[in-house]
């Protein structure tokens, strides 16, 4: 915006797009402590966050009817809502978020998009995690889950995911499925700093180590990080290479091994992780994804991801007591 004089003009169609969201909202700024919070606010910070990052597209021609901030807006919205199937989805928003996004494309086109957005959902996460004070936590804890894919052996036979989807064993809820893994690197309040997908056998020690591997970064930034993991990740070869790059692996012994120190004050924090599977799972439809191929689903693990992210991320902003609650933005 810009003062010609004669008071502050828009000067960009964002902003009025932006208004169209608020319409008989009463809205101070996300940085006040009094901003109503509800799923309006939060998907009117969250674009206006993500289209300022974009900035102005680079490809020439006309641009698109639904922008890259828009599109990861609307994705943000279905995770949030637990509308899982993308056609209801599509009929749902003129009813409910009338006006929210000017144009609406068909599923297909949807879900193409969707999925091919796929690294920019990514970057978002990082972006606004990062947006965040609970990102520079001395703290990490980790874990993976089961991300089911199919149940029947039809499916199992016929599905895109074969090769990448396995059959593997969940010892939390004693159960077998097909599927890959979700592993998790988290602060303690939930807020995503790394994760990968892979399949349901994978070693979760080797998975947590090419995940800080890929973005060096992380722990360089951090000298004497701390990670909380459990007895899946007991290794003195995993130990020497996080030594090594100024972080520690903290997590209970084996019975036959003598306890480390402070390991009895472990089980608390190791529940945090469980909190935060939970939250993925029974708010956010983790496992009733409905992907078919590898980018279907890994797109829809980090739609919800980035759903966790953006509600932690405006919960912290405005203050709000729990800093991963949903329940002021799933209805």
């Not at 599109?71 to 749902?92: D, K, P």
Request: overall charge positive; some cysteine.
């Amino acid at each position: 915006a810009r003062d010609d004089g004669g008071g502050v003009r828009a000067t960009t169609g964002r902003l009025a797009r932006t208004s169209v969201w608020l319409a008989g909202v009463k809205v101070k700024g996300v940085d006040d402590l009094f901003v109503t919070t509800d799923i309006h606010t939060l998907l009117t910070a969250l674009y206006v966050k993500i289209d300022d990052w974009l900035g102005k597209p680079r490809r020439t021609g006309r641009p698109p009817k639904l922008s890259d901030a828009e599109l990861i807006t609307m994705a943000v919205a279905q995770a949030l809502l637990g509308i899982r199937s993308e056609a209801r989805w599509l009929r749902f928003l003129p009813r409910h978020l009338p006006g929210a996004f000017p144009y609406l494309p068909g599923q297909s086109g949807y879900n193409k998009r969707l999925r091919a957005a796929l690294p920019l959902l990514k970057k978002a996460i990082r972006l606004v995690a990062a947006d965040t004070d609970l990102w520079f936590d001395d703290v990490w804890v980790t874990d993976s889950t089961p991300v089911e894919c199919g149940r029947s052996r039809p499916t199992v036979k016929r599905s895109d995911l074969a090769g990448w989807a396995v059959y593997g064993y969940c010892s939390s809820h004693s159960r077998f499925f097909w599927g890959l893994r979700l592993h998790l690197i988290c602060t303690p309040s939930g807020l995503p700093i790394a994760w990968s997908l892979a399949d349901a056998k994978a070693d979760e020690r080797q998975v947590l180590a090419a995940a800080l591997e890929e973005d060096p970064g992380l722990l360089a930034a951090r000298p004497g990080q701390l990670i909380i993991a459990d007895k899946g990740y007991v290794s003195a070869e995993l130990d020497r290479w996080l030594a090594e790059r100024g972080a520690r692996l903290l997590r209970p012994s084996y019975r036959n091994r003598t306890p480390r120190p402070g390991e009895h004050l472990l089980k608390p924090v190791r529940q945090l992780i469980e909190s935060v599977n939970d939250t993925l799972k029974g708010q956010l439809d983790l496992e009733l994804h409905g992907g078919r191929s590898i980018e279907g689903v890994g797109v829809r693990v980090a739609q919800r991801l980035l759903a966790m992210t953006a509600a932690i991320w405006h919960n912290r902003a405005t203050g709000q007591p729990l800093t991963r609650s949903l329940i002021a933005y799933d209805h």
